[in-house]
C-alpha cells in the first residue's frame, strides 16, 4: 500500500458493534473486507466488499467509484491490522468517516458469531 499514511487516530468498532450495525441492515453503510481472497473462502460475513490490499494498484484509482467517501465505512480483516492501515489510506483519499473492526473477523468468530470458522 502505497501514499502518505495521516497518522490521525482511526475510529475503533468492536465486532459487538458491528454485530448490532448488521443487524439494522443499515443501507447507509459500507463495509469493506481487505483479507485476500483465500482467506474470504475459510471465513467470511456477507455483505462486506472484498478489496484486498494485495491487489491495491488494481482497485486504487477507481476508490472513489467503488466507495462513497463521505458513507461511514467499516473495515474488517483476519485481526484489525490491515484494515487499520486501509482506514488511515482512506482518510488520506479523503473519506469523511471510516472506522476500524478491532480485532477483526478473528474476534467476530470468537465473540459474536462461532459459526465463522477460526484460521
Known amino acids: 500500500m502505497t501514499g502518505n499514511i495521516s497518522g490521525q487516530p482511526i475510529t475503533q468498532v468492536s465486532v459487538e ?6 443487524a439494522t441492515n443499515d443501507a447507509s453503510i459500507q463495509l469493506v ?3 485476500e481472497p483465500q482467506e474470504l473462502a475459510l471465513a467470511k460475513i456477507d455483505g462486506f466488499v472484498n478489496l484486498p490490499l ?17 458513507a461511514e465505512t467499516l473495515v474488517l480483516c483476519h485481526h484489525g491490522i490491515r484494515s ?4 488511515q489510506w482512506l482518510v488520506v483519499q479523503g473519506f469523511t468517516n471510516v472506522k476500524n473492526i478491532s480485532g477483526g473477523i478473528d474476534a467476530y468468530s470468537i465473540l459474536v ?3 465463522i470458522p477460526q484460521y
Open 54 to 70: 494485495s491487489e491495491f494498484t488494481q482497485w486504487s484509482e477507481q476508490i472513489h467509484t467503488i466507495l462513497n467517501p463521505d
Open 17 to 22: 458493534e458491528l454485530a448490532q450495525r448488521l
Open 33 to 35: 473486507d481487505v483479507r
Open 113 to 115: 458469531d462461532r459459526s
Open 84 to 87: 487499520a492501515q486501509m482506514c
